[in-house]
């Protein structure tokens, strides 16, 4: 029986009594984190990364940077974002947590780059990119290796990303990596801050909004490969030289875990 169910990828409930916990059996609704939808192998690999990242974070101070998939909530990280920025702007005209769009920018660099946290916002890693590529070089969404008949997409580990909050009026303007980012880059690097990091507003996944540095598209993220709307995080614009619609349609999203397609 167990081995059908890891088969399935699936735990035997035995299994999830043994290790304390029944969310291997079928949640009455989606879980924050996604976990119903992970096999045994992957929540375990989860648990680990959670368990290591705490374990640091108590003996080290807050981590430069976060990984996604290690939070129970990852939404509520970006509620938190915004509420902080808020409370950093208090009576200042157009800050209101509710006034606010989350900005996201993929950052040239890996976590291991990073000297301390954002002075502003939060680097967050362990971003996965399905269907496109992102090419560093230019900082913007690519066809992945082998063009559109490729086969199956391949997911592509992505490099930090710095989310953080602006007001939605001025959020569609360009941001800049902080300073504190980029002083982690290492000596002789050929590569520059790129520019494209835009809000959220609510609107479609998908928007081409036309700005200094070309369209750009609306890519979710999601906290399951299930990528419904109860798994959504938040959504970040990504510079892109294509259409939008192409990246629509061939269903580009970052995924908070990796899974096998």
């Known amino acids: 029986a167990a081995l059908e169910a890891l088969a399935a990828h699936a735990a035997p409930a035995a299994c999830a009594r043994a290790l304390g ?3 291997f059996d079928p949640p009455s609704a989606p879980r924050a984190d996604g976990a119903e939808a992970l096999g045994v192998g992957a929540w375990l690999d989860v648990l680990c990364v959670r368990a290591r990242m705490l374990l640091n974070w108590a003996r080290h101070g807050p981590p430069a940077s976060i990984c996604l998939r290690a939070l129970f ?9 915004c509420i902080e920025t808020a409370r950093a702007h208090a009576g200042c005209a157009g800050w209101a947590v509710e006034d606010l769009a989350v900005v996201g920018q993929p950052l040239p660099f890996d ?11 939060q680097y967050v890693h362990g971003l996965v990119l399905v269907g496109a590529h992102w090419d560093r070089s230019v900082g913007q969404l690519a066809e992945q290796p082998g063009g559109a008949a490729g086969g ?10 710095w989310l953080s909050a602006s007001p939605r009026a001025s959020a569609a303007l360009t941001a800049i990596a ?14 520059t801050a790129h520019s494209g990091a835009a809000a959220v507003d609510g609107r479609a996944a998908g928007a081409v909004r036309a700005g200094a540095d070309g369209a750009r598209y ?9 990528r419904t709307l109860a798994h959504l995080v938040a959504a970040i614009e990504l510079p892109t030289a294509e259409r939008s619609d192409v990246w629509v349609l061939r269903g580009v999203c970052l995924l908070t875990h990796e899974a096998t397609f």
Not at 111 to 121: I, T
Request: charged content about 20%.
């Open 152 to 161: 199956q997409s391949q997911a592509q580990l992505m490099p930090v990303v």
């Open 178 to 191: 902080p300073a504190t980012a980029l002083a982690a880059r290492p000596t002789g690097s050929a590569e």
């Open 21 to 23: 916990s029944e969310r």
């Open 73 to 81: 909530a990852p939404r509520a990280l970006v509620a938190a974002i």
């Open 111 to 121: 976590a291991e780059q990073l000297r301390k946290p954002a002075d502003d916002g």
């Open 218 to 226: 609306e890519c979710p993220i999601y906290a399951s490969a299930a």
